[in-house]
């Protein structure tokens, strides 16, 4: 049980992350050259 918890917790852990680094990409290539 506490397997499937924390597995689902890193889970969106690291789509939390990969989110933000997208965002971070997105306004990296909107300043302009």
């Known amino acids: 049980m506490c397997e499937m918890v924390c597995q689902i917790v890193q889970k969106k852990q ?3 992350r990969i989110e933000e680094e997208q965002a ?3 306004r990296y290539w909107k300043i302009p050259a």
């Open 14 to 16: 690291k789509e939390k």
């Open 24 to 26: 971070a990409n997105a």
